[in-house]
């Protein structure tokens, strides 16, 4: 008997609408939310239950590096920047209009509230032109991105205190982080801050006694006064820094070299024991990262190394359920590997240009509420004494007021159904995200 040939995967949508190479992509709002940002600058906001921007604006003059969410009601947005021959082809009107919005981290309030105050016009219908309606900016921080290295972001595991020494509970505040940038004058060195306060909260020099380029990938974590930084870099390293109380220096825990080539991508697991890195050369890899046991077990080396045959492989994410993780590839395939054994499972194809970034949304997730129920009575027998007219226009109250309500049916089954798919986005260079729908 021969074995059935099943046919390619194919992506369940492809949402169209930037003009330029898409760079980096982040679920938000229990996936009710995909915000993705593309090489021009451009941010734009899609509501995932019907596939439709509700939100774009130009955020800055040049790529968006990289996309985070803090809470429901903010997204944060990093450029990288323009270069000399670009900056000197700007106009004195475009040096005034990107003023404060490039080598910046820009923390930008947008919560489904604020949607309705900005406009969605797409940044291939824009004709290039900036949007006049802008999200409110909540805080800008100047940072170094001449590295091309995108920030990571945690939450801080400081308690906060009020005036008289008390935990603040309040858990309508903000909850503050940390964010983790490439170090403003050291290349090689890295910065952490902490928002709200926008204030320098530590600094991780650059290890002096390797040569190690510039940083290239981040993750953070925290936990009370424990901090723990993994960096890729430009020489193919990989290093863990910790440090233990606050003021105190970071110490290197780890240090590996698995690859040839610079380290282009690096993601954290959500069990936070182990991270991996992916790199302009064919090798993924597998390190520890012992947070939660707080003492080193394991040998200094990889856990695992990985020899996938397939180069430039970036946009390393992990699901949140820590069974799949996928890569971005630079010959147009999205790749999905099992984070247990590190085996390819599978290929997904539809681009015909190169891959630069992916998004898994949260698994897990419940949904929304079921939708309210019409109550249905029977008409009584008895005689009814309302004049007809009265009666006609109690009809179609009831029947607007039932229609409203099958409508608001289909809304929130719409959006329960975006909620708790298993969503991988995958970003390329023609402009177009693919919404894949697997394991």
Partial sequence: ?????????????????????????????DNQRLVTGDADGWLVSWNLAFKRPVASWRAHQ????????WGRDCIISYCYPL?????????????????????????????????????NTLPIDAKAVASSKQPWILHILTVNTLNFCSFAMCNDGMPQLNSNGLTLLDKGTRKPILVAVPNTIDSGGIDLYQFPSESRAAVIHADRNITTGMVMALAILAETTRIQVAAGYESGHTMVFVQTDPG??????????????????????????????????????????????????????????????????????????????????????IRVYSAKTMKELAVLSWHKTGCYATAFAQTGLVGSAPAPQIEQTEPESVSDPTPSAEREHGAELALTKQQSSVVT???????????????????SKDGKVSLWNIY
């Avoid at 040049?62 to 969410?69: D, P, Q, R, V």
């Fill in 83 to 119: 270069s000399n021959e670009q900056d000197d082809q700007q106009t004195d009107t475009a040096r005034d209009s990107r003023h404060g919005r490039d080598n910046k981290l820009i923390v930008w309030r947008l919560g489904p509230e604020d949607e309705g105050n900005l406009e």
């Fill in 1 to 29: 008997m021969s074995s059935e040939i099943l046919p390619p995967a194919q992506p369940a949508y492809i949402l169209r609408g930037h003009s330029a190479q898409v760079h980096a992509l982040h679920f938000t709002l």
């Fill in 248 to 333: 105190a220096s970071f110490t290197r825990l780890y240090c590996a070299n698995p690859h040839r080539q610079p380290v282009l991508s690096l993601a954290l697991s959500h069990s936070r024991d182990y991270y991996l890195t992916s790199s302009a050369d064919a090798i993924i890899a597998k390190h520890p990262f012992p947070f939660v046991k707080g003492v080193w077990k394991t040998e200094l080396k990889p856990l695992k190394i990985c020899q996938t045959k397939h180069a430039g492989q970036q946009g390393l994410q992990i699901r949140s359920d820590n069974r799949i993780f996928s890569t971005a590839g630079w010959d147009a395939r």
């Fill in 62 to 69: 040049k790529g968006i590096l990289g996309i985070g969410s």
């Fill in 409 to 427: 049916s289909i809304q929130q089954r719409r959006e329960e159904k975006a909620q708790t798919t298993h969503w991988l986005a995958a970003g």
